[in-house]
């Protein structure tokens, strides 16, 4: 596991194509066949594999693109919560992170 | 067939010989013993639970028994035993009885994982179940206990057992072990319980166990749905609270209660999602009995309109 730094790339690993989600109130209750395990996203985390769902994109995008969906209904998000759940998504193994001069 | 359709004696000659087959909902269980005041104890709280065929399969063979060679009768002890295994330390001979109740539960707890199983009392009224599922000391019991004393049939103090075909409730209506004070409170609750002697000393303090009303145990075949997700907390003198809480928060709260969520992975997180998309979930704050049930009872009776 590679960790994010702020020009990665990211993207979706095939693990975080299997989960399945419910949501409930303003959580999303997600079971990662993977790893067995339940976990319990707010709508950053969510919005974050929302965003990745069809490309791999840049760390800074995500975190613009999360932040412009979230910000109508909600306050201003931190930059660096966005950045701290895109690192728990990629300790979970259901992001990747990528150096972009590997691309 | 029931327990009580046979002598005393064959009762305790089957405990000490071929063993005492039990219907507890859908287990069964063979139990061996040959300490007298378990036979005397399995006599009055099992009397009209079925006695399976013995051609049925058996989940659990239990012994209760005197150790062989000295500890049979100097300070005497009792040894708790499945399918031949002992599994435990031995208890003093006289909490001989709180011992196997204890131990079928957990025979139950560490093997059924064909069961999503919930620490949960349920109990149910029309077909539709309220389940309480909470930590230990949070008052599960004793107001389990209240409710089916009040016209509520029991499915389980300790277990809520969900099938995974459907997600109905399976009742196990088995002795409900009351502790310390929630002995006498239950005694002046309902002065028709009937509740066996009091164990002094155990590894849980007091414990005093209480035969489930009749009907809970005839009815021990008949499933239910589960209606209502209630997290109930006793709390000395504290105000009746009774609140809607998040189904994210009952999610966590119902799965983190279970004994086996991990287990059955995937199966455990849809059954778990569909009990709480189907149940009102609320937390109760009680220290009234009296209280709480009313509350339950007009709870339940807007959510059953």
Same mark, same amino acid.
């Given at each position: 596991?590679?960790?994010?730094?702020?020009? /990665?790339? *990211?993207?979706?690993?095939?693990?975080?194509? /299997?989960?399945?989600?419910?949501?409930?109130?303003?959580?999303?209750?997600? +079971?990662?066949?993977?790893?067995?395990?339940?976990? *319990?996203?707010?709508?950053?985390?969510?919005?974050?594999?929302?965003?990745?769902?069809?490309?791999?994109?840049?760390?800074? +995008?995500?975190?613009?693109? *999360?932040?412009?969906?979230? *910000?109508?209904?909600? @306050?201003?998000?931190?930059?660096? /919560?966005?950045?701290?759940?895109?690192?728990?998504? @990629?300790?979970?193994?259901?992001?990747?992170?990528?150096?972009?001069?590997?691309? | 067939?029931?327990?009580?359709?046979?002598?005393?004696? &064959? =009762?305790?000659?089957?405990?000490?010989?071929?063993?005492?087959? &039990?219907?507890?909902?859908?287990?069964? #269980?063979?139990?061996?013993?040959?300490?007298?005041?378990?036979?005397?104890?399995?006599?009055?709280?099992? !009397?009209?639970?079925?006695?399976?065929?013995?051609?049925?399969?058996?989940?659990?063979?239990?012994?209760?028994?005197?150790?062989?060679?000295?500890?049979?009768?100097?300070?005497?002890?009792?040894?708790?035993?499945?399918?031949?295994?002992?599994?435990?330390?031995?208890?003093?001979?006289?909490?001989?009885?709180?011992?196997?109740?204890?131990?079928?539960?957990?025979?139950? !707890?560490?093997?059924?994982?064909?069961?999503? %199983?919930?620490?949960?009392?349920?109990?149910?009224?029309?077909?539709? !179940?309220?389940?309480?599922?909470?930590?230990?000391?949070?008052?599960?019991?004793?107001?389990?206990?209240?409710?089916?004393?009040?016209?509520?049939?029991?499915?389980?103090?300790?277990?809520?057992? #969900?099938?995974?075909?459907?997600?109905?409730?399976?009742?196990?209506?088995?002795?409900?072990?009351?502790?310390?004070?929630?002995?006498?409170?239950?005694?002046?609750?309902?002065?028709?319980?009937?509740?066996?002697?009091?164990?002094?000393?155990?590894?849980?303090?007091?414990?005093?166990?209480?035969?489930?009303?009749?009907?809970?145990?005839?009815?021990?075949?008949?499933?239910?749905?589960?209606?209502? =997700?209630?997290?109930?907390?006793?709390?000395?003198?504290?105000?009746?609270?009774?609140?809607?809480?998040?189904?994210?928060?009952?999610?966590? %709260?119902?799965?983190?209660?279970?004994?086996?969520?991990?287990?059955?992975?995937?199966?455990?997180?849809?059954?778990?999602?569909?009990?709480?998309?189907?149940?009102?979930?609320?937390?109760?704050?009680?220290?009234?009995?009296?209280?709480?049930?009313?509350?339950?009872?007009?709870?339940?009776?807007?959510?059953?309109?």
């Amino acid at each position: 596991m590679l960790e994010c730094k702020q020009h /990665d790339l *990211v993207g979706l690993t095939s693990e975080a194509r /299997d989960i399945v989600s419910h949501e409930f109130d303003d959580f999303y209750i997600i +079971y990662q066949p993977s790893s067995t395990e339940t976990h *319990v996203f707010n709508e950053t985390t969510t919005e974050i594999l929302n965003c990745l769902a069809h490309s791999s994109a840049s760390s800074e +995008y995500v975190m613009k693109w *999360v932040s412009e969906s979230i *910000v109508s209904t909600e @306050n201003e998000l931190d930059p660096l /919560d966005i950045a701290d759940a895109i690192q728990r998504l @990629n300790e979970l193994g259901l992001i990747d992170c990528f150096e972009r001069e590997n691309q | 067939m029931r327990i009580a359709d046979q002598s005393i004696k &064959v =009762l305790e000659d089957n405990l000490k010989n071929c063993g005492l087959y &039990v219907k507890f909902g859908s287990f069964t #269980v063979r139990i061996h013993s040959d300490i007298p005041s378990v036979s005397e104890l399995v006599n009055h709280f099992y !009397a009209i639970y079925p006695c399976a065929s013995g051609d049925e399969i058996i989940d659990f063979h239990i012994g209760i028994e005197k150790p062989k060679g000295l500890r049979r009768w100097y300070r005497p002890q009792s040894l708790f035993s499945v399918d031949g295994r002992l599994t435990f330390q031995p208890y003093p001979v006289e909490h001989a009885f709180p011992a196997l109740e204890w131990g079928i539960n957990w025979c139950i !707890a560490t093997r059924a994982h064909h069961l999503l %199983m919930l620490h949960s009392a349920v109990v149910e009224r029309n077909g539709n !179940a309220i389940l309480f599922p909470a930590w230990p000391g949070h008052g599960k019991s004793t107001l389990c206990t209240a409710l089916v004393h009040s016209g509520w049939r029991l499915l389980s103090d300790e277990f809520g057992l #969900v099938r995974p075909e459907d997600g109905q409730l399976l009742p196990i209506p088995r002795l409900i072990p009351l502790k310390n004070e929630s002995i006498d409170v239950i005694r002046q609750f309902s002065p028709g319980a009937i509740i066996g002697p009091s164990f002094y000393g155990t590894r849980k303090g007091t414990v005093a166990h209480v035969r489930p009303p009749e009907d809970s145990i005839y009815r021990m075949d008949e499933p239910a749905k589960p209606r209502w =997700l209630i997290f109930p907390r006793w709390i000395a003198n504290a105000p009746l609270r009774i609140e809607p809480i998040p189904k994210s928060q009952a999610f966590l %709260m119902v799965a983190t209660n279970s004994f086996n969520y991990d287990v059955l992975d995937q199966t455990s997180y849809r059954l778990v999602t569909d009990m709480v998309n189907n149940c009102d979930c609320h937390t109760l704050v009680y220290s009234d009995l009296y209280e709480a049930i009313s509350a339950i009872d007009d709870l339940t009776r807007i959510g059953h309109e």
